[in-house]
């Protein structure tokens, strides 16, 4: 088996979602975890971040939403095999 062989096939990501999407990945080690698992993402980390990946001040608001949507899914995602 090679890495080919479990790698995720790609996905287009709108121009619109690119600053989102780099900042979700990049949180990507800042999930809480709970006894049952994952509950959530470490907010207080998010400003560090967004400076990080030049997000703009002005849209601070509109990429944290754009994350929590992405959060809300892989949230979805990684309960799905608990039921």
Known sequence: MTVS?????????WPDNEKALDVFVQMSTQWRVGMNGPVGLDYSVLPFVMRMQRVPRSEHPEVFESVRVME????????????
């Open 5 to 13: 062989d479990v790698a995720p096939a790609d996905v287009e990501v």
């Open 72 to 83: 809300h899914a892989a949230m979805d995602e990684m309960s799905e095999g608990e039921a």
